[in-house]
C-alpha cells in the first residue's frame, strides 16, 4: 500500500506559478514511478506529467510541455510538480499516482486526495 498527500495548491491569475507536493509513505517510493494527473469540472481525469524511478525519464501532456517540470527527491518521500505559465484551462483538481506501467499515462495506482488549481484570466 502507498499513501499520498497532495499540496501546494490555489488561486492564481494567468501566466503565474504554482508548486504541487505529493509525500508518499507506505510502499518503498524509490521503487515507483510517479505521476501527476488532473480532472477539470464536467471532464475526464487526463494525465499531465510521469517521472520514472530514478527520475532519469520523464514524460508530459502535450498541453503542459515546456510549462510543467515534474521531479522527485526520493529522499524526501516526495514528487513535485512545478507549474509555470498557467492558463485558466489547467484549472482543475491535481492529483498524484503511482504509475504502475511506464508509457500506460491512463493507469494510475494509489490516489491522493487531490489539490485545487485555478487560474483566473
Known amino acids: 500500500q502507498v499513501q499520498l498527500v497532495e499540496s501546494g495548491g490555489g488561486s492564481v491569475q494567468a501566466g503565474g506559478s504554482l508548486r504541487l507536493s505529493c509525500a508518499a509513505s507506505g510502499r518503498a517510493f524509490s521503487s515507483q514511478a510517479m505521476g501527476w494527473f488532473r480532472q477539470a469540472p464536467g471532464k475526464a481525469r487526463e494525465f499531465v506529467a510521469g517521472i520514472s524511478r530514478s527520475a532519469a525519464n520523464t514524460a508530459y501532456a502535450n498541453s503542459v510541455k515546456g510549462r510543467f517540470t515534474i521531479s522527485r527527491d526520493n529522499a524526501k518521500n516526495t514528487v513535485y510538480l512545478q507549474m509555470n505559465s498557467l492558463k485558466p484551462e489547467d484549472t482543475a483538481v491535481y492529483y498524484c499516482?503511482?504509475?504502475?506501467?511506464?508509457?500506460?499515462?491512463?493507469?494510475?495506482?494509489?490516489w491522493g486526495q487531490g489539490t485545487q488549481v485555478t487560474v483566473s484570466s
Open positions: 499516482a503511482v504509475l504502475p506501467i511506464w508509457g500506460l499515462w491512463d493507469r494510475g495506482d494509489y
